[in-house]
């Protein structure tokens, strides 16, 4: 989830306004975390308690939709907040630009 998130906020390429990019950013990272924790609590419940798959499926699936909608609103308004802060210290670095054209960069590494 961070690598998906990391590159759709990152990525020098984009041309839409940052704000935009972290809400697109959360939201993605807001989905995955849905998609795999549901995919996750299908198969612990198919494993363990098959009797009450669909009990437990919709109960995890509703909070956990509840808590995505929390974070796509919160994360961005605290990314916000931060990064000054964070650049002010000298703790926010930027990415290389050229990692972030992978798969096709040619960055060497050394070592």
């Given at each position: ?38 995919l996750k609590t299908h198969l612990y419940a198919l494993a ?64």
């Amino acid at each position: 989830m961070a690598l998906a998130v990391g590159i759709i906020v990152n990525d020098r390429k984009n041309t839409l306004p940052r704000v935009v990019i972290t809400y697109i950013g959360a939201a993605a990272g807001a989905f995955l975390y849905v998609a795999l924790f549901l995919l996750k609590t299908h198969l612990y419940a198919l494993a363990f308690t098959p009797d009450t798959l669909n009990v437990y499926l919709l109960s995890r699936a509703a909070t956990s939709t509840v808590n995505a909608v929390i974070a796509l609103v919160a994360s961005p308004l605290i990314y916000r907040l931060l990064r000054p802060a964070l650049e002010a210290a000298g703790l926010y670095q930027r990415l290389d630009s050229r990692l972030m054209d992978w798969p096709g960069g040619s960055v060497k590494r050394e070592g």
